[in-house]
């Protein structure tokens, strides 16, 4: 049986890299069973998540003259 300690090391590897099966089994029974590991594992996922959704948009992505217009209308349309 994992600890947490080797849980969240594990969670935060498992995003580089795919983990070995057993490892990934050790790691998903921990997380049936350990509420803490589950909610660390989904903040985890979560800000992975975010940064790519960061690092997609960043740095070369300027809006393009159509979304500028879509905002602008519903800016407008919001200020009532
Ligand atoms: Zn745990």
Known sequence: ML????VSKLVSESLEH???FRQRMGVRLHLMMCSM???YQKQ????????RTYARHEPSEPLSEQARQRIKNALKTDGK
Do not use: D, H, Y
């Not at 600890?3 to 080797?6: N, V």
């Open 18 to 20: 795919p983990l070995p």
């Open 44 to 51: 985890t996922l979560l800000l992975r998540a975010a940064m």
């Open 37 to 39: 590991c589950r909610a």
């Open 3 to 6: 600890t947490c300690k080797e």
